[in-house]
């Protein structure tokens, strides 16, 4: 059972570098999401997807982009990274409306220097 | 500003003791979510309360959702240690599609 699967785990990168984070579910969800958490601190939504070729910006969507590739595949791009963005980011998946709850990755640490 | 705000952010008690963790929000709420994260692990779901004044039981976990659709609360009965960690509540907002939005979390810490 992988559920949802987050690739890099671990990632350092220098101000103004890009990269993208990717993720994937293999549980058939319709809605995915990205959050960024801050040390100490709750999840902030940064995009999500309701389904297949849609996206909507979440409450902190600034300096990143998302792609739905497909049902299984939601990316996070940084275009150009800043000391800001560092965090540990979590993607998430789960059925549409929300009211079943949703799975998470194991996230992925950033770090930018 | 968040849209969910809980409190106590901290709570630090002996074991045995019971405690109340409380979700609030000005906006009403299609459901209220509640879920528990250890260091260096994502969240994992615990409950989801939908009906305004339902209560769910999980053991020694107590979850309400408020008759009004716009708080929740979680009441650890004789907290042990292993139920040390962050308890975040979460939901969708009516209107909002499927938007998930989170509270701050309160982190506790049950000593033995």
């Given at each position: 059972n992988a559920g949802v699967t987050q690739t890099p785990k671990f990632?350092?990168?220098?101000?103004?570098?890009?990269?993208?984070?990717?993720?994937?579910?293999?549980?058939?969800?319709?809605?995915?999401?990205?959050?960024?958490?801050d040390p100490g601190m709750g999840l902030r939504l940064i995009y999500y997807s309701a389904s297949e070729g849609t996206t909507d910006k979440g409450e902190v969507p600034n300096g990143y982009n998302v792609?739905?590739?497909n049902k299984r595949e939601?990316?996070?791009?940084?275009?150009?990274?800043?000391?800001?963005?560092?965090?540990?980011?979590?993607?998430?998946?789960?059925w549409t409306g929300s009211a079943r709850g949703a799975f998470f990755g194991q996230g992925t640490r950033l770090t930018v220097v | 500003t968040q849209l969910l705000e809980?409190?106590?952010q901290f709570l630090s008690i002996q074991e045995g003791e019971n405690l109340t963790v409380y979700?609030?929000?000005?906006?009403?709420?299609?459901?209220?979510?509640?879920?528990?994260?250890?260091?260096?692990e994502g969240p994992v779901l615990l409950v989801t309360v939908v009906t305004g004044g339902e209560v769910k039981k999980l053991k020694r976990l107590?979850?309400?959702?408020?008759?009004?659709?716009?708080?929740?609360?979680?009441?650890?009965?004789?907290?042990?240690?292993?139920?040390?960690?962050?308890?975040?509540?979460?939901?969708?907002?009516?209107?909002?599609?499927?938007?998930?939005?989170?509270?701050?979390?309160?982190?506790?810490?049950?000593?033995?």
């Open positions: 990632q350092v990168l220098k101000t103004g570098q890009s990269m993208t984070l990717q993720c994937a579910q293999d549980m058939n969800h319709n809605s995915m999401y990205w959050y960024r958490q792609s739905r590739l939601f990316s996070l791009r940084l275009e150009s990274a800043a000391p800001s963005q560092t965090s540990v980011y979590f993607c998430a998946s789960g | 809980q409190s106590p979700c609030n929000s000005s906006s009403v709420f299609s459901s209220l979510q509640w879920y528990r994260q250890e260091p260096g107590t979850f309400q959702f408020g008759d009004a659709r716009k708080d929740s609360s979680l009441h650890i009965t004789a907290a042990q240690p292993g139920d040390t960690g962050l308890y975040l509540c979460a939901g969708g907002p009516f209107n909002a599609g499927n938007m998930l939005t989170f509270g701050g979390g309160t982190r506790l810490m049950v000593k033995p």
